[in-house]
């Protein structure tokens, strides 16, 4: 089936303007999430969805950086006045919350945005 | 607070040789699972193995073996019989919250493996 698809693959944007990153989750995935990865490091966790419950906002870098999640499918990250720092690629990844009464971690990625801000 | 440390930034092989790479991670959580992931060239995470905290059995999936050892806190990573597909940046990552839910990864910075033909 489907992976997780995001869009653009690429986004170059000037400092100070505001960007929008989408992403598709696997169908019937009802957990999202989106990472940074920033040149030459890890994962840096964003944000989380699950189901219908509050996001957890807790890896947000900035107030600057807000994620929506519409319909329990798309989710939409988006960057207010970029900064050159924010340059990165941004990862989203869906996973099934439960799997026979047990949390399931699986998290299955999408290919990424790279992000560049000159 | 939750750490997963890859001490190995690169590490060159050359093909046929086996290679393990290292993952120490830190928890105050009694329970959590651990996870390999693969990004290729190509940049596309993919998921290689879960493991639960409660679960110390190792596991081997045709060349790929995993060592897990509470003791150490480690989860280290052996690639047999290395080919140049394995070329890839390796991450480790810790997952939390069998109680609380909370479904984020923890990850370390990765290991680069080079495979040479």
């Known amino acids: 089936g489907a992976g997780v698809s995001q869009s653009p693959s690429n986004k170059v944007t000037e400092k100070g303007k505001d960007v929008e990153l989408r992403c598709d989750p696997i169908s019937g995935h009802t957990a999202l999430y989106w990472y940074r990865q920033s040149l030459g490091q890890g994962l840096e966790f964003l944000i989380y969805?699950?189901?219908?419950?509050?996001?957890?906002k807790s890896g947000l870098p900035s107030d600057r950086f807000s994620a929506e999640r519409t319909g329990g499918s798309v989710s939409t990250l988006t960057i207010q006045r970029t900064q050159q720092e924010d340059s990165a690629v941004y990862l989203c990844?869906?996973?099934?919350?439960?799997?026979?009464?047990?949390?399931?971690?699986?998290?299955?990625f999408g290919p990424g945005t790279r992000l560049t801000v000159t | 607070a939750q750490k997963v440390t890859q001490a190995q930034t690169e590490i060159s092989v050359v093909e046929k040789e086996d290679v393990t790479l290292d993952c120490v991670y830190e928890t105050r959580d009694t329970t959590y699972y651990l996870f390999w992931y693969k990004q290729p060239p190509s940049g596309e995470l993919v998921f290689l193995i879960r493991r639960n905290s409660f679960d110390e059995q190792n596991e081997i999936s045709g060349r790929y073996s995993w060592n897990f050892q509470k003791s150490t806190s480690s989860f280290n990573f052996t690639i047999t019989a290395s080919q140049v597909v394995d070329s890839a940046v390796y991450f480790c990552?810790?997952?939390?919250?069998?109680?609380?839910?909370?479904?984020?990864?923890?990850f370390g910075t990765g290991t680069r493996l080079t495979v040479i033909p």
């Open positions: 990552a810790l997952g939390l919250g069998y109680q609380t839910g909370a479904n984020n990864l923890f």
């Open positions: 990844a869906s996973s099934l919350e439960k799997v026979s009464g047990r949390a399931s971690y699986e998290q299955y």
């Open positions: 969805f699950q189901g219908n419950s509050a996001p957890d």
